[in-house]
């Protein structure tokens, strides 16, 4: 997804207040979109029944979902407009509110580690579990090469193999297995993974003994991080009984496994929102959230917000497989209008972006749980819900003009 010269605004006031049309145009003022995009934005959305029978089985017909903007993001200096597939109210608006906030002190700050997957090799009836490790050891370069010559192509652009680890899961029953981690560049790469570790699972087996189990990636990619930051000032957020609000319901999602769910569900509103409307594979991310969650033993929030002496400083990390290459992301007419409108070079660029709108969706639903209470503001949208179709509403959900 490379572009010679990214002309990218995001902020577009008054937005929802338009018409569809006059949106499509200040869109197409905000990022220039080739012809392809327009005539997908222009359509209803639809993907051939063609296009869809070559993505799954049984295809009867396809599924629409509303496709909106993330407007107003800043991160890392940069300006996003996101598009956000997501069938419940107030998400979008509550982004783009949360974001407009956050852009106002400076914008998001992401940072994602290279995009290093995991693919595991499982062996049972291993002799002498506890010498795994060295047995492998003694063969680290011979198997991170039998790893690249799996994958050429990805070597050819400089990723591939990077490192190995063994652990042992049950000593008894010779139950071990090999962590296999690659750099896959831009991809999500859970193809490239998976060839990975069926090519080289006989050469492990040969060396390590025992029965060849699985051979898969993990949905857990802990080597695969993004972390990322924002800092609101009291006045933006509404004043320093505001913040300290959200500071506490931080709080409570810390201390308490089964708030910390729905906090996390919160932030994963946004991911996932984004992660639909580019082509991700939102299942293993939402797999990986969760289990990076409660990773530490106990379930906790991916995120967490504290006072600082202006306002409140947001953070949050978890692990995201996403790619700008490779899967739906060229098959799907909706998803390579995404890209066009996000404007995002690499898979690690897109990751802190998705990270970003998570964090500004965890922002929006606490300040709005923290102040007026969630339901004030899903009243007012179920009222639109009620209302005919193209009736728009001043008053997005999560508080105020997004
Ligand atoms: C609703 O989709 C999300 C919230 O429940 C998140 C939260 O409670 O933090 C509002």
Known sequence: MKQ?????????????????????????????????SVAFLTGDGGLSFDEAERMSENVVSTFGLPLGLGLNFVVNDREYIVPMA????????????????????????????????????????????????????ARRAELL??????????????????????????????????????DVGDAMGANLVDTVAEAVAPLVGEILGGEVGLRILSN????????????????????????????????FAELDPSRAVTHNKGLLNGVDAAAIATGQDFRGIEAGAHAFAAHGGVYRPL??????????????????AVGTVGGSTSAHRGVR???EILQVESARELAGVLAAVGLASNLAALRALATEGIQKGHMRLHHKKGAAPGTRLALPALGGEP
Do not use: Y
């Open 145 to 182: 090469e039998a790893c690249d010559r799996a994958v050429p192509r990805l070597v050819a652009r400089g990723f591939g193999a990077r490192d190995l680890e063994v652990r042992v899961l049950d000593r008894e029953e010779g139950v071990v297995v090999c962590d296999l981690f690659v």
């Open 86 to 137: 997501v069938e419940e109210p107030s998400v979008v608006a509550a982004a783009c509110n949360a974001a407009r906030m956050v852009r106002a002190c400076g914008g998001f700050r992401a940072e994602a580690d290279p995009s290093v997957m995991t693919a595991q090799v499982q062996l049972d009836a291993v002799p002498d579990p506890d010498g795994a490790r060295a047995r492998l050891e």
């Open 220 to 251: 857990l990619p802990m080597r695969r991080r993004v972390r990322v930051t924002c800092e609101v000032d009291d006045e933006v957020l509404g004043g320093a009984d505001v913040a300290r609000a959200i500071a506490r319901a931080s709080r």
């Open 4 to 36: 010679a010269v990214r002309r990218v605004r995001s902020r577009a006031s008054g937005f929802s207040r338009l018409s569809r049309g006059e949106r499509l145009r200040k869109l197409r003022e905000l990022v220039p979109l080739g012809p392809a």
């Open 303 to 320: 995120s967490t917000f504290s006072r600082t002496a202006r306002g409140l400083l947001g953070r949050a990390e978890l692990p995201l």
């Open 337 to 339: 209008a995404a890209f």
